[in-house]
């Protein structure tokens, strides 16, 4: 049996009648008939009594009308239930992100909320190399790292492009400074430094070991958060991203000064599987990613090769 049938024969029940039935629906009597009677062999029960002008129903055809009603009323609600999900009254994103990530993430939520509210997020903390599998698995719908993964499946959009920072604190003698200076003067610097590891921790340390001045890190932390406040509390230097210091200096709580040879730019992607079939609330997301870019600075929005700089 299939929803239209139950259909048919909800009306000729409610209607106690097939012609009243017929007007109902739209259709020829003959063709309710039929039907009806095509359902009554389907489950080898007579639903109604032909005896009765008043189309009474059988054992069989009060059974059949309870779970009918419960079924075309579960059809019902899952219509509303999508009709919601299309005008993002429901929905669900789920996002994957790490420490430094989830900063541009803070900027995108705000604009999406403001349009969407009623559609809740989900943002899971996740190492950064480990995004790509929770995304095949489908454990999360997006995720927001700084490389670009080489897998064929993923999708890759950079959505901003932030720096390498080097900050003191404000009494520190560097702090002074005027423009940039140079590597060679950071030799003798206590540097607090992350202890996970990635691609921009190698590329410091290959750039101290080329201009052949030594790195002193002889404080590694586990968080951003945590280095920042060690270089608040003069123990030290840091390289950071910028995007995670920007209230501190705001604040003048730390100070950034340019170093010449380490000028790196990190690119923030947003990555998804690639022959997915993206929610409602998933498209919606990115139609407010691609319009952020459109205010210019270091947004952006552009589709990258799989394994990109």
Do not use: W
């Amino acid at each position: 049996m299939d929803l239209y049938e139950l259909e048919t024969f909800l009306a000729v029940a409610q209607e106690r009648s097939f012609s009243r039935a017929a007007q109902r629906l739209r259709r020829t009597q003959p063709a309710v008939s039929q039907v009806i009677r095509k359902l009554e062999r389907e489950i080898g029960e007579s639903l109604f009594d032909r005896s009765s002008r008043e189309g009474l129903l059988t054992d069989a055809g009060a059974v059949l009308l309870e779970y009918a009603q419960r079924l075309l009323n579960m059809r019902g609600r899952a219509e509303d239930a999508l009709r919601e999900l299309r005008q993002f009254q429901r929905g669900k994103i789920t996002i994957a992100a790490n420490e430094f990530t989830v900063l541009y993430l803070l900027r995108a939520l705000g604009p999406f909320r403001r349009l969407h509210p009623m559609i809740s997020i989900s943002v899971h903390r996740a190492l950064a190399r480990r995004i790509p599998e929770e995304l095949l698995n489908r454990n999360v719908e997006f995720g927001v790292v700084a490389y670009a993964p080489d897998d064929p499946m993923l999708r890759s959009v950079v959505v901003y492009r932030d720096e390498l920072a080097f900050v003191v604190h404000p009494s520190h003698p560097l702090a002074a400074r005027q423009g940039e200076m140079s590597i060679r003067e950071l030799g003798a610097e206590t540097f607090i430094a992350h202890n996970v590891p990635s691609t921009y921790r190698a590329r410091v340390i290959e750039a101290f070991k080329r201009h052949r001045t030594p790195l002193h890190m002889d404080i590694e932390l586990p968080t951003l958060e945590a280095i920042k406040k060690f270089v608040a509390m003069k123990q030290g230097v840091a390289l950071v991203p910028g995007l995670c210091i920007e209230s501190e200096l705001a604040r003048g709580e730390l100070v950034r000064i340019p170093v010449r040879e380490l000028r790196m730019e990190r690119k923030l992607r947003v990555v998804y599987v690639k022959n997915a079939n993206l929610s409602h609330a998933a498209r919606a997301f990115l139609a407010v990613l691609k319009n952020m870019a459109e205010q210019g600075g270091r947004f952006s929005f552009k589709a990258e090769a799989a394994g990109a700089a």
